[in-house]
């Protein structure tokens, strides 16, 4: 195979002309490739009147190594043939059938790879499959009415279902490429295999997730909704069982992927002693400016072109006090959604549709926090809890979560100030010419109701940086929406390097909930390795 990189194409060649330069470049006919596949896409909009794609793709031929000889520069290399290492399978006899804890990506990708390889994995998942989770969740956004067990956090596809299907990822893995391989069998369209932010949105990652739990059963494996997780049975340091719904179900090995916002699941385990420790994460507001604006800004006049699709943004700043401020989950064309999992509580998520075309573009905008604040606040949340208590981060969360939903005015209605308000210590009084998108409905009250004073000057901090890296951010109109506080976990579930607890046996502690991954690919890979951990220590039969 021939990997050729940085073939360009103008605004408005198509993808056909992409074969020609690729032919040009190997001084060959482009009737010549035995196969062709586009492996990499991006956009390059630093020159505003002249918008290029960028590529990578890889072609088959004959001849290839005389081919390579006689081009010119270093954008065509020969690839090597990569011969994987044989997987070698543990020889330890497995009495019962691993356990799969949660359906998020993780868990959905730990369970398939176990499914695949013989071992009938048993999946709960607390929450309901994802139709009647996309119903109970609907009903949510129009009600304020709340199920704690099913939710935008809990339930078959985990948190990323109800968020935009972003699939980027900073890591480099050759995981990444299965999981995308897989997605794209469930239906998710071919060009997330190549696409530089690729992305899946709500309506087709809800489809994907039921196809790819309907394989993992043809498979052998066995999905149980409505199953929550209540206890861990130990026996010297080791998992013997686990409580679900109140049945007992013996087992050796448990992936543990029960994402960010378990925290009843937590408390167990803190309870169980099993080790963990807090963790920073980030807190702050969703922003939401008109779709039309950040288009206008990343690609100036080809704004409307109909080859690009919505336009994003990624924002960071350091502060004075040497705080991070940054953008987080960017959905171009969504909305603002209530994502609450505890009575009382409230947070706010951005999602998108594929197609990306609603008004606004919205983005966390958060601020982070680590274990020096939760120590410094505890007498306001929980003045009992230790400084060393693995769980103050989470409480930290609990406690801003339910001053966001009092100043909301309850019935999970969201406390929003326009950026011209809160940069003046103003309450809103009207709408301007963004109309906030969240549901079931807003209250206009001052951000610092329900975010500590260093949270706020942060982002009034970040406001003016970010005005200067985009001309406008720090538009008077612009739409903040409390709060955003599960950015990522606020613990993690220490493990070793066979991927188990350190204190506890069989226990694979694994994804985002464990600390171990910050976004659905990530995720997935965590939850293929800690299959390929019980894998490498049983045998399936």
């Not at 195979?1 to 992409?18: F, K, Q, S, V």
């Not at 868990?107 to 390889?117: I, R, S, V």
């Not at 206890?231 to 179900?249: L, Q, R, T, Y």
């Not at 260093?454 to 903040?480: C, H, P, Q, R």
């Amino acid at each position: 195979m021939i990997r050729i990189n940085n073939l360009n194409l103008d605004i408005d060649e198509n993808l056909e002309d992409l074969r020609k330069k690729a032919a040009k470049k190997l001084r060959i006919s482009k009737e010549d490739f035995e196969s062709f596949k586009i492996l990499r896409e991006s956009i390059d909009a630093r020159k505003k009147d002249a918008i290029k794609f960028n590529y990578s793709v890889e072609v088959k031929c004959k001849n290839e190594s005389k081919i390579i000889s006689r081009v010119h520069g270093k954008d065509a290399v020969l690839e090597k043939n990569h011969i994987e290492e044989e997987f070698k399978f543990g020889d330890e006899k497995l009495k019962h059938r691993p356990i799969v804890i949660g359906t998020g990506p993780c868990g959905m990708f730990a369970a398939l790879t176990l499914a695949e390889n013989g071992y009938a994995p048993l999946v709960f998942e607390r929450g309901e499959n994802v139709d009647k989770r996309t119903e109970t969740v609907d009903n949510f956004w129009k009600t304020g009415v709340l199920n704690t067990e099913s939710n935008v956090q809990f339930g078959e596809g985990g948190a990323g279902t109800f968020s935009d299907g972003k699939l980027t990822t900073r890591i480099k893995d050759p995981r990444c490429s299965y999981v995308l391989e897989e997605f794209i069998k469930g239906g998710a369209p071919e060009e997330i295999g190549y696409m530089g932010k690729p992305h899946i949105g709500t309506d087709i990652l809800k489809k994907v997730v039921k196809n790819i739990r309907e394989r993992i059963i043809a498979l052998g494996g066995e999905v149980r909704f409505n199953s929550r997780l209540e206890d861990i049975i130990m026996k010297n340091n080791s998992v013997e069982a686990v409580i679900v719904n109140g049945e007992e179900i013996p087992c050796e090995c448990v992936v543990l992927a029960i994402g960010h916002s378990s925290r009843d699941t937590y408390e167990m385990l803190n309870k169980k002693a099993v080790f963990m420790e807090p963790k920073p994460f980030a807190i702050g507001v969703r922003i939401e400016h008109p779709q039309d604006f950040i288009n206008e800004h990343q690609y100036g006049n080809y704004k409307n072109h109909p080859r690009l699709k919505a336009a994003d943004y990624k924002l960071t700043y350091t502060t004075k006090e040497k705080r991070g401020v940054y953008s987080f989950c960017m959905c171009p064309g969504g909305a603002v959604v209530a994502s609450s999992s505890e009575e009382e509580r409230l947070v706010c998520n951005g999602m998108s549709y594929y197609k990306r075309d609603l008004e606004n573009a919205n983005a966390a905008l958060v601020v982070t926090v680590n274990s020096e604040d939760f120590k410094a606040s505890k007498d306001l949340f929980n003045k009992d809890i230790s400084d060393k208590s693995p769980l103050i981060g989470m409480e930290f969360q609990r406690y801003y979560e339910h001053l966001a939903y009092l100043a909301g005015g309850g019935g999970y209605n969201a406390p929003v100030q326009l950026v011209g308000d809160f940069m003046q210590d103003k309450v809103t009084t009207k709408v301007g010419s963004v109309k906030p998108s969240y549901t079931p409905g807003y209250k206009f009250a001052a951000l610092k109701e329900c975010l500590p004073s260093y949270v706020i000057d942060s982002l009034k901090e970040g406001f003016v940086n970010f005005d200067k890296k985009i001309t406008g951010y720090m538009y008077s109109d612009a739409v903040m929406t409390g709060i955003e506080t599960r950015t990522s976990a606020p613990l993690k579930i220490t493990r070793n390097e066979k991927l188990e607890s350190i204190s506890l046996k069989g226990l694979y502690p694994s994804g985002e909930g464990a600390g171990f991954a910050g976004g659905i690919i990530s995720a997935a890979v965590d939850g293929i390795k800690s299959a390929e951990s019980i894998m490498k220590k049983y045998k399936f039969k």
